[in-house]
């Protein structure tokens, strides 16, 4: 069975400042993993994903994660803060076979101070 | 063009009564999944189809849970008997093929709360 577990359901940090949303899956097999935004009362919005080849994948808005398969962690960065980040962040494990169902994790809420 | 559509947006009933949840997927996605999203339980998995076919209804929490899908596009989510616990965020996603990769595509949700 896949996991996910996000780190810290809570993230506050200030505007300009460093990003790190942290997130480590399990999976038997080599995963595809993906991060999403969620907006208050907004569905899921894709960030960025990791299928195969380079490791470190750009997303939108200035975002980036880089797949380590040595520590099973997939986590999120984003050099400089900006108050509209502010948001719910939901990493997900990507089911195999004859279903591809998204195992979530719990979310983390990150907050951006002025 | 055109994303993922579900409505209504939001929908009060009273325990027992039944509700009907409807997604339109992205014209063309084949394949279109149902979750819940929840405080205690977070985002789960219920359903799973690809065209008209439901290969995976596994995380359906209960036979109160039914759901269809016509012509490979609309899809219709049906609690019977809605109970209290049944309140939460239902998000609809689809995506182009159902494969391994094929970035699924939310909708916004309906939000259900149970009196």
């Known amino acids: 069975a896949q996991s996910v577990t996000q780190l810290g359901s809570h993230v506050s940090v200030s505007e300009g400042a460093l990003v790190l949303l942290r997130c480590n899956y399990s999976?038997?097999?080599?995963?595809?993993l993906f991060w999403y935004v969620q907006y208050p009362n907004q569905g899921l919005q894709l960030l960025l994903k990791y299928t195969t080849g380079a490791t470190l994948v750009k997303g939108i808005n200035g975002f980036e994660a880089e797949f380590k398969k040595s520590e099973t962690s997939f986590h999120l960065t984003k050099p400089s803060a900006h108050m509209s980040d502010a948001a719910e962040y939901f990493c997900?494990?990507?089911?195999?076979?004859?279903?591809?169902?998204?195992?979530f994790g719990k979310g983390t809420l990150l907050t951006v101070n002025p | 063009g055109a994303g993922v559509s579900q409505s209504p947006s939001n929908k009060v009933t009273e325990k027992g009564k039944d509700v009907e949840l409807r997604c339109d997927p992205i014209?063309?996605?084949?394949?279109l999944y149902w979750y819940r999203q929840s405080l205690g339980q977070g985002l789960e998995f219920l359903i799973y189809f690809q065209g008209n076919s439901a290969p995976d209804k596994s995380g359906l929490p209960s036979d109160r849970f039914s759901a269809e899908r016509t012509g490979g596009s609309v899809s219709t989510l049906t609690i019977q008997r809605t109970q209290q616990e049944d309140s939460a965020v239902y998000l609809c996603?689809?995506?182009?093929?159902?494969?391994?990769?094929?970035?699924?595509?939310f909708g916004p949700g309906t939000r259900l709360t149970v009196l």
């Open positions: 014209s063309g996605h084949t394949a």
């Open positions: 996603a689809s995506s182009p093929l159902g494969g391994g990769a094929d970035t699924q595509y």
């Open positions: 997900a494990v990507q089911g195999t076979g004859s279903n591809y169902k998204l195992t």
């Open positions: 999976s038997s097999v080599p995963p595809y």
